[in-house]
């Protein structure tokens, strides 16, 4: 994936994230230090051996590892077991290959991730749904989500793709077995209906998502959006003001 700065390890749970750069402090329990240390060991070295100059620090989620070097996210995650607590995070950096700024917001568990980013036009947000746990998603069904109380969204997201590609050829779902993509909105804050579905994440408590695992069976999860404002904001480029209510 991308790229950091030299790894510390400390006695403490919480990230603390400034725009551009992120620094994590691993909290570890008594006996687990000398385990975790040696998977960010392998983690840095690994690094070190595809990218010699770089020097890297990993943020950490549930069960994974995210390495940042030279200041650039890639696209690979590095998965290594431990504990920790899901949280929000965010991409803020410059794609090594094309120059351009790349930003994104993400969430993670043991289970799934959440990756919300606009299209290559800086104008559409999509989201990215990844399911870790054996099994796949069912092809061509919705994803549902819901924050709090409010509208149950992506009852009709087939039927809208269909039409968006028959008539626009303009896609707005993409069903891989372990991740479905989708667009979740415009983009614009200043176009009808503000920031929709974004603005309530922001303002929102706990984001609820189900999906078809088979013909007759789904899955459901929920997502804390304590905390999730600042990653949110800078992985869309967005601002307290654009979405403030």
Request: glycine share 8%; proline share 5%; hydrophobic share 35%.
């Amino acid at each position: 994936m991308a790229q950091q700065t030299p790894i510390g390890l400390h006695n403490e749970a919480k990230p603390r994230q400034g725009r551009g750069s992120t620094e994590v402090r691993l909290g570890t329990r008594e006996g687990e230090l000398p385990s975790i240390a040696v998977r960010i060991s392998v983690v840095i070295r690994f690094v070190a051996a595809t990218s010699p100059n770089a020097i890297g620090i990993c943020l950490s989620q549930r069960s994974t590892i995210m390495c940042k070097i030279n200041g650039f996210f890639g696209l690979t995650l590095l998965m290594v077991p431990f504990t920790a607590m899901a949280d929000w995070t965010y991409i803020d950096s410059i794609d090594p290959f094309t120059d351009e700024p790349s930003r994104a917001a993400i969430w993670e568990d043991e289970s799934h991730r959440i990756q919300l980013s606009r299209e290559k036009d800086g104008k559409a947000v999509w989201m990215y749904l990844t399911r870790k746990l054996s099994g796949s998603f069912e092809p061509d069904t919705p994803i549902e989500y819901r924050v709090d109380q409010l509208v149950l969204r992506g009852e009709n997201m087939i039927d809208l793709h269909e039409l968006l590609e028959r008539y626009l050829n303009k896609p707005s779902y993409i069903w891989e077995p372990g991740t479905v993509a989708f667009s979740t909105w415009h983009g614009d804050p200043n176009e009808p209906g503000g920031c929709g579905f974004i603005g309530e994440l922001l303002h929102g408590e706990t984001l609820r998502v189900r999906y078809w695992i088979s013909k007759v069976d789904r899955e459901t999860f929920s997502v804390d959006l304590t905390g999730s404002d600042e990653s949110i904001l800078i992985g869309l480029d967005l601002s307290s003001e654009d979405c403030a209510q």
